[in-house]
T-cell receptor
Framework: QQPVQSPQAVILREGEDAVINCSSS?????VHWYRQKHGEAPVFLMI?????EQKGHEKISASFNEKKQQSSLYLTASQLSYSGTYFC????????????FGKGTSLLVTP | NAGVTQTPKFQVLKTGQSMTLQCAQD?????MSWYRQDPGMGLRLIHY???????DQGEVPNGYNVSRSTTEDFPLRLLSAAPSQTSVYFC?????????FGSGTRLTVV
């Protein structure tokens, strides 16, 4: 089952912050975050393992609450290069490390 | 390293034709997956593999077959193409961390 992402789309001005949420109805072992530019392949940003850790990548960080089966991606001081579609991918226990992806959140950063 | 290589990049098929989408990785990754991407639907899992000789079905496996005879290769076969299979197909591989995606195959079935 696909996880649910929100919001579906967001428009920011350069320098503003954004939060993208991902929730699952199934127990999770890990959550991945990817960014896809138009016409390109998804690119891995970070992985969060069961344990509620928070990780960071440049000015992009994420958290994972395995009790609520939810993850959030935080983009701070957004840059034009952050524009794209963000996908969360969830891994359930005993799933062979296969990911189920949400439908994506389209992010546009304007000057 | 080439990473994950998918061929062809573009393909047009007639309804009922069969074809194989090729995927090869040179990173010795155990985990490989096939996804299709349709507008507004995100990435949907077709089939996946945890190693040579081991495959399993994902969310949308109907109409597709896979095999994994080597660690490097994970081809996706369309048995009898239908217009509903018009999509962009991505192959991805991982060692257990993040997935590396191929550049995709854009398939149109007419």
């Amino acid at each position: 089952q696909q996880p649910v992402q929100s919001p579906q789309a967001v428009i920011l001005r350069e320098g503003e912050d954004a939060v993208i949420n991902c929730s699952s109805s199934k127990a999770l072992y890990s959550v991945h975050w990817y960014r896809q530019k138009h016409g390109e392949a998804p690119v891995f940003l970070m992985i969060l393992l069961k344990g509620g850790e928070q990780k960071g990548h440049e000015k992009i960080s994420a958290s994972f609450n395995e009790k609520k089966q939810q993850s959030s991606l935080y983009l701070t001081a957004s840059q034009l290069s952050y524009s794209g579609t963000y996908f969360c991918g969830t891994e359930a226990p005993n799933s062979g490390y296969a990911l189920n992806f949400g439908k994506g959140t389209s992010l546009l950063v304007t000057p | 390293n080439a990473g994950v290589t998918q061929t062809p990049k573009f393909q047009v098929l007639k309804t009922g034709q069969s074809m194989t989408l090729q995927c090869a990785q040179d990173m010795n990754h155990e985990y490989m997956s096939w996804y299709r991407q349709d507008p507004g639907m995100g990435l949907r899992l077709i089939h996946y593999s945890v190693g040579a000789g081991i495959t399993d079905q994902g969310e949308v496996p109907n109409g597709y077959n896979v095999s994994r005879s080597t660690t490097e290769d994970f081809p996706l076969r369309l048995l009898s193409a239908a217009p509903s299979q018009t999509s962009v197909y991505f192959c991805a591989s991982s060692y257990g961390g993040g997935y590396t995606f191929g550049s995709g195959t854009r398939l149109t079935v007419v």
